[in-house]
């Protein structure tokens, strides 16, 4: 890759923390299931940074789920060391492409689980932002700040 690409990064690995999913006997059709987004943010040893992704419906509903994702991502540019650049790069991918890269993956494995599960495909959009890139990047920052934002149903 080039350090012409805005973000030279790569999934190199994406694997399940957590899956889970169940459904009442009866399930409400269409039904409507506001969901929860959790973001984790972590640099690993250069030149891996590493996000994840939890999406959780809401309890008490005919069908409840729980993915947890995480995303290993390397950083293809030119750059051989690391500095504050660079870590600046890392975080704008996270919230700009990262989060978008795996959020298709949960809601593949989700829409593909619920209609085994015999109830119409869930499909999970993924909100429009998470708030402000300064609200974003101060959470980022502490390594304990997860990121939440509720998705629409």
């Given amino acids: 890759m080039s350090e012409n690409l805005k973000y030279p990064f790569e999934l190199i690995n994406s694997f399940f923390i957590s899956l889970s999913f169940s459904r009442d006997k009866e399930v409400p059709q269409p039904i409507e299931l506001p969901t929860q987004a959790e973001i984790s943010f972590a640099e690993r040893e250069f030149p891996i940074v590493q996000i994840g992704l939890r999406i959780k419906s809401e309890e008490g509903k005919a069908i409840s789920f729980d993915v947890h994702l995480v995303g290993l991502f390397e950083y293809k540019g030119d750059k051989k060391e690391f500095d504050d650049k660079l870590r600046e790069l890392e975080r704008d991918f996270a919230l700009e492409r990262g989060i978008a890269l795996l959020w298709s ?4 494995l989700v829409k593909v689980t619920t209609a085994q599960m015999g109830i119409s495909p869930l499909n999970l959009r993924m909100p429009l932002d ?15 700040g997860d990121v ?6």
Wanted: glycine share 8%; hydrophobic share 25%.
């Fill in 105 to 108: 993956n949960i809601g593949q």
């Fill in 130 to 144: 998470f708030g402000s890139k300064e609200e974003l990047m101060k959470r980022l920052k502490d390594p304990t």
């Fill in 148 to 153: 939440q934002k509720e998705s629409p149903a």
